[in-house]
């Protein structure tokens, strides 16, 4: 006697229910910390710490944002973090465009060869690279410095943009470039004039991976900079536990602090990541 399949569980994993929970359920893995920290930095001491756990805050408070901008400088951890991840970022995008257009449009021999050293590049943990980029930089007497953070961010983020700019670039044909040439144009012209507009969605989704790499570093950051007034977000976040203390609500609040411009950010430029993600691998 055969099993009959009960056609409303087919339904149900076939159908839109289950769409709708695997995305409910996504949103809420990506969604949870941030409101928990959110609500944290809104509560109290003594009301994170009571039982039973109160999910949203009986008296939201600011206190602890105005105790996380007196504890610390959060101001110069802001303008020391948003100064090296654009910098970071304007750099990569300077190369990767340039390596990208040379992978995408001129016969190179070894081009097979460069990609796969690429990819394979891209995998090394940070750590193993943290004692010799320390030897260089101390080498080059540039440890507490903007240019110690610069450029390890700029060499960490060129793999990832490449890779992702060469795809947008073989979609381009050659003839618009070309025409620009005819026109007058030199072939570095017809790239930021031609090349780099058409493929804006993809320039803007690398931009946008460079900048939150370089934002959330902690690493690199920790190591090349002891000077107070060079200190990122990250490294002064770390700051505000005591040896014996955790503040939570003061280190929530500094976290909200932290994410909200790179939320912006986002926010700003849904539209060209989402078409720079979903049209990167798409050619022709």
Same mark, same amino acid.
């Given at each position: 006697?055969?099993?009959?399949? !009960?056609? =409303?569980? @087919? @339904?149900?994993?076939? =159908?839109?229910?289950?769409? +709708?929970?695997?995305?409910?359920?996504?949103?809420? !893995?990506?969604?949870?910390?941030?409101?928990?920290?959110?609500?944290?930095?809104?509560? %109290?001491?003594?009301?994170?710490?009571?039982?039973?756990? *109160? &999910?949203?805050?009986?008296?939201?408070?600011?206190? !602890?944002?105005?105790?996380?901008?007196?504890?610390?400088?959060?101001?110069?951890?802001?303008?020391?973090?948003?100064?090296? #991840?654009?910098?970071? *970022?304007?750099? *990569?995008?300077?190369?990767?465009?340039?390596?990208?257009?040379?992978? #995408?449009?001129?016969?190179?021999?070894?081009?097979?060869?460069?990609?796969?050293?690429?990819?394979?590049?891209? %995998?090394?943990?940070?750590? %193993?690279?943290?004692?010799?980029?320390?030897? /260089?930089?101390?080498?080059?007497?540039?440890?507490? %410095? &903007?240019? #110690?953070?610069?450029?390890?961010?700029?060499?960490?983020?060129?793999?990832?943009?490449?890779?992702?700019?060469?795809?947008?670039?073989?979609? /381009?044909?050659?003839?618009?470039?070309?025409?620009?040439?005819?026109?007058?144009?030199?072939?570095? =012209? #017809?790239?930021?004039?031609?090349?780099?507009?058409?493929?804006?969605?993809?320039?803007?989704?690398?931009?946008?991976?460079? +900048?939150?790499?370089? &934002?959330?570093?902690?690493?690199?950051?920790?190591?090349?900079?002891?000077?107070?007034?060079?200190?990122?977000?990250?490294?002064? /976040?770390?700051?505000?536990?005591?040896?014996?203390?955790?503040?939570?609500?003061?280190?929530?609040?500094?976290?909200?602090?932290? /994410?909200?411009?790179?939320?912006?950010?986002?926010?700003? +430029?849904?539209?060209?990541?989402? @078409?720079?993600?979903?049209?990167?691998?798409?050619?022709?």
């Amino acid at each position: 006697m055969s099993a009959v399949a !009960n056609p =409303g569980f @087919s @339904s149900l994993l076939s =159908g839109r229910p289950l769409r +709708f929970i695997a995305g409910g359920a996504l949103i809420v !893995n990506g969604m949870f910390p941030a409101l928990w920290i959110l609500f944290t930095s809104l509560k %109290t001491e003594a009301e994170l710490t009571a039982k039973p756990i *109160t &999910w949203v805050p009986h008296a939201p408070t600011l206190s !602890n944002y105005m105790q996380a901008f007196s504890d610390q400088p959060l101001h110069i951890f802001l303008f020391n973090s948003f100064m090296v #991840a654009l910098l970071s *970022t304007g750099l *990569t995008l300077l190369v990767s465009v340039l390596a990208a257009y040379a992978l #995408a449009r001129l016969n190179l021999r070894y081009r097979g060869l460069i990609l796969s050293l690429i990819i394979a590049v891209s %995998t090394f943990p940070l750590v %193993t690279l943290l004692v010799p980029l320390f030897e /260089i930089m101390r080498t080059l007497n540039l440890l507490n %410095t &903007w240019v #110690a953070l610069v450029l390890p961010y700029t060499v960490l983020s060129l793999p990832v943009c490449t890779l992702m700019l060469v795809s947008f670039f073989e979609g /381009i044909p050659r003839d618009l470039e070309n025409a620009a040439m005819i026109d007058g144009c030199t072939r570095m =012209g #017809a790239l930021f004039k031609v090349v780099v507009p058409l493929c804006a969605p993809g320039v803007f989704t690398a931009g946008i991976l460079a +900048f939150v790499n370089a &934002w959330d570093e902690f690493l690199l950051a920790l190591s090349f900079n002891s000077n107070p007034t060079l200190r990122t977000l990250p490294v002064g /976040i770390q700051l505000y536990q005591g040896e014996f203390a955790f503040p939570w609500p003061v280190i929530s609040a500094a976290l909200v602090v932290g /994410i909200v411009p790179v939320a912006v950010l986002i926010v700003i +430029f849904q539209e060209r990541v989402v @078409s720079g993600l979903t049209a990167g691998g798409i050619k022709g």
